[in-house]
């Protein structure tokens, strides 16, 4: 069996399932004609097949063009072992490269065999990489854990209770988190799912979340996507190639300390209810004094196209974009890669609908804080809206090399 | 302004949001000519973007290609006036015929006003039509309002109890739904959100369910899609193409009445949830013998390939394929077109997800009834699965023309 090396490998089993045997071969050629590419940007959006590569200096999943869906998973540890859950980390490190190549979770012979239950649940066979990309984060809460107190970043602090929260706790926190993003939502759904049934027993998912966004499909390349309020959303956000931008807002420097999150980075996950039913009622004027910008074009206040800049003045004092501008706050900037979701009805025949904001940054007290406490004072939009969930997390660095593992630094001291 | 005809109409305003003004001219010219097209099938699956005609025989969304997403919404009635009611739905219809061709719901000049709530929720400005069916069914509820008793279909029965059926009455029922189904879930989202916007104050929405499937732009269209026991699903579905199959077993015939129906089809719609720890857990010999069809190939038992002709023997006595198949069930034969589904985690650390079953079918007592009679007595997978909801719907023909409206033929008596 040859391997084309030109096209994405297709997902499919290493294994002749129904008893053809062993065909590891060819596999494990696709895998290494993957793994070997490097650099985040090496995959254009709209290439949804394709595969991106998992090993680097950063993890993927942070600059990488946005993938159209999100399946994010919060866990909480369930052993005190640690040499079990240094284990678990390894373990997952090797399923998530497998993963992303398009391939399936296990290579062993034990997979096929009859007796025992397959090494991975078969839903995304088939199925090309479709750009997934596994990125691990570690909350606050982890660090309580394993004699990590010590290692536990500045950088990291419990976000403050904002005016006007109203957090769900089993929609909050975790000690870990695993962000699947793809282009395909069952290719999501299936890496979640793998790798909570490799960690049965070790960690259980706390909450998770579903989440789709731009559709490269259906969406033109050049296009924002827009959030479920109808405004475009990320005109002016961090870009994945602006390396200068992400070494100053988004990667943990040398010099940031600690050693082990040099290349890492902080997430903030907020899930913020939209009141889809009050804001349709809402005038188109109103809907556009509160964002600062014009629906159609995505134009701000006073100018003529989508990308001119802001002048923030024309704006009323409580508009959206005017509090959230880095002009606003200190030059505070962050990588925002949140989705919309819609979770169904609430009960009261309203959708539960609204945004999932991610957002990645150098130091989470100079990035998501500041602009969020301007924000929950005086946002125009808060009547809108509502944070029903809340969770921040250290984004180690990226797995380097097939020895290389989740959490290595943090849990060796080495960087 | 001119349209490019050659391209399927880009979804967009067709006002000058922000305060240009008019322009309806070019997007009624680009509505016509959607809408002048006619058959479910003109648009083959995988060409993501384009729209699918709303008129014609029958609602598409039945035997049209499967597309990519799902946003399935049941709707309570809350206005006891039939005029209101028969509005709503011409309303309803007129907002139908206008998305799915790639349109915003309002053409008026209202929409841009600064005074006024726009037309249109707009989050699905800019996305092309996406293929986007939407198709109404009306529940048995229903037909005890309005004067409407004497029009109930005789093969719109109230499903019996079934053994092992844990439903949920939040998640069943409802005196209407709408099922929309497009490649891309924002614009499946979008539609029923101004649905349910449009219906305000007499209709609600009681329960909603988003789904996802096989994925036009990863997936190798010759590929049966897989469910998330990893098995592919499908296999031997009556294809919308086979015009003979789709007269003997979904439309209603004109012989069959009501006349109102006739071009018709019923939809049973039940929630699937699936025990995919345990599934998990379990062998692939188990796996395998649950089916009666292997895993990886999708092979029926003792046979090589996914669409050789079943040998129901060889099966157990208990295989779900087995017991599920028509000679098992005097020839009972069903449109499946289920979604999965994963709506995050169940509060016991285990993921909700399951499949979302749609079935269309000429009869339920001859189609969906004896088929779940005879696999919830006796199925191997019911150890794995649970039904937790439930409704069934008459499907009535599709909208002939511009003039014509969702229920016409209920609500006036004419077919």
């Not at 209770?161 to 290719?187: E, H, I, T, Y």
């Not at 290349?263 to 889809?276: D, E, F, H, K, T």
């Not at 009805?345 to 500041?370: E, H, S």
Request: some cysteine.
């Amino acid at each position: 069996m040859a391997e084309d090396n030109t096209r994405p490998p297709s997902r499919r089993s290493l294994l002749g399932w129904g008893g053809a045997g062993l065909a590891l071969g060819a596999a494990a050629a696709g895998g290494a004609v993957a793994m070997t590419r490097s650099g985040d940007e090496a995959v254009p959006a709209g290439d949804a097949g394709a595969a991106v590569p998992f090993h680097g200096a950063h993890q993927a999943g942070i600059a990488t063009a946005v993938q159209d869906r999100l399946h994010f998973a919060a866990f909480d540890v369930r052993t005190d072992d640690r040499e079990e859950f240094v284990q678990l980390l390894k373990d997952w490190t090797r399923a998530a490269a497998r993963m992303t190549a398009g391939h399936t979770v296990g290579e062993g012979a034990h997979g096929g065999l009859a007796e025992a239950p397959p090494d991975d649940t078969g839903e995304a066979l088939g199925l090309k990489p479709s750009r997934l990309t596994l990125t691990i984060g570690f909350g606050p809460s982890l660090f309580e854990r394993f004699d990590l107190s010590g290692r536990r970043p500045k950088a990291l602090v419990d976000l403050p209770k904002f005016p006007g929260d109203n957090l769900d706790k089993a929609r909050s926190g975790g000690d870990l988190c695993v962000q699947a993003c793809a282009d395909d939502p069952q290719v999501a759904v299936h890496a979640i799912r793998n790798l909570a049934r490799i960690g049965f027993g070790k960690v259980a998912v706390r909450w998770s979340q579903l989440g789709f966004g731009k559709t490269s499909s259906t969406t033109p390349d050049a296009q924002t996507p827009r959030n479920l309020f109808g405004f475009k959303d990320g005109t002016r956000n961090v870009s994945g190639q602006d390396t200068s931008a992400l070494a100053q807002h988004v990667w943990v420097g040398e010099k940031d300390g600690p050693d082990w999150m040099a290349g890492g980075s902080y997430l903030v996950a907020r899930r913020i209810r939209m009141n889809i039913e009050t804001w349709d009622r809402t005038s188109l004027g109103e809907q556009e004094d509160v964002f600062g910008r014009d629906k159609g074009e995505g134009a701000p206040v006073g100018k003529a196209k989508e990308h001119d800049e802001p002048f923030l003045k024309a704006m009323k004092p409580d508009a959206h974009v005017r509090l959230a501008h880095p002009d606003a706050n200190d030059g505070a900037t962050l990588l925002r890669r949140g989705y919309s979701f819609t979770d169904g009805t609430d009960g009261l025949g309203r959708l539960d609908a609204g945004l999932f904001f991610l957002a990645y940054q150098r130091d989470v007290r100079t990035g998501f804080i500041p602009v969020q406490r301007n924000l929950a004072r005086s946002d125009a939009l808060n009547e809108y809206i509502q944070h029903v969930g809340s969770a921040v997390f250290a984004v180690p660095p990226g797995v380097r090399d097939k020895d290389d593992w989740w959490g290595r630094g943090l849990f060796t001291g080495e960087a």
